[in-house]
């Protein structure tokens, strides 16, 4: 098996063979814990106008929309774990557009395969991984609004590709680079980013399945592909 690492937009473009699109700090953390919550499907999207536009055409599913980490002007909810807990979404469809994660999968046109990638359910992901032995795997780290380098997302990816080839990882040292690079959820100057969704982001291997994307004509959709909810 071959364990490549790429980050960026330009690196979800370049992704081959089953890809993991990272984004830790929120969107696919996100998306594990609305699955936890009983989400049916979710539909992750590029632009806001075409989730907008898909609104319009299904009323009754929920709109998910962050911009600059804040929560979209006219969207159901933004990007927060935090923000979502206690809302009702068992067997609800969900569009999901965001700065970074929901890019990945849209640019990642040469993958053979797409899962979403968090470190709330790496432990599955790596499981997952093992399981299919493809003889690729790109890991993409998404970085903030999929053009600069993010420290947490590169976590991820280095603690997935450990636990698939069986190479050491420093979790002390991890832990301590996520904190830095999640500094702004505990800056009071940026309330768009919440204090809680820290500690829901960086909880190592919380859920037990895994998040696969597959498109149908233009629509991309999100289901559960691997494991059970918790």
């Not at 927060?80 to 557009?97: F, N, Q, R, W, Y």
């Not at 832990?175 to 830095?180: I, P, Q, Y």
């Amino acid at each position: 098996m071959k364990f490549m690492k790429r980050e960026l937009i330009e690196g979800a473009k370049e992704a081959e063979g089953l890809t993991i699109i990272i984004d830790v700090f929120r969107a696919f953390s996100l998306e594990a814990y609305m699955f936890a919550a009983g989400v049916r499907q979710t539909h992750p999207i590029g632009s806001m106008e075409a989730a907008f536009a898909l609104k319009k055409q299904h009323p009754d599913w929920i709109l998910f929309g962050e911009r600059g980490g804040a929560k979209v002007s006219g969207c159901d909810y933004g990007n927060s774990p935090c923000e979502m807990e206690g809302a009702d979404l068992l067997g609800k469809t969900v569009i999901h557009s965001t700065s970074a994660g929901t890019q990945g999968i849209v640019n990642a046109v040469n993958a053979d395969e797409i899962i979403t990638g968090s470190l709330v359910n790496a432990d599955a992901i790596a499981a997952y991984i093992r399981r299919r032995d493809p003889d690729i795997v790109t890991a993409v780290a998404m970085g903030k609004a999929g053009l600069e380098p993010a420290d947490e997302d590169r976590i991820c990816a280095e603690y997935i590709e450990s636990k698939v080839l069986g190479k050491p990882f420093d979790m002390e040292q991890a832990r301590k680079r996520l904190r830095a690079a999640g500094a702004h959820f505990f800056d009071p100057a940026l309330p768009q980013y919440q204090e809680p969704d820290y500690e829901l982001c960086t909880k190592f291997g919380r859920f037990p399945f895994v998040i696969g994307v597959k498109k149908t004509g233009d629509l991309y959709t999100g289901t559960i592909v691997y494991g059970t909810r918790p």
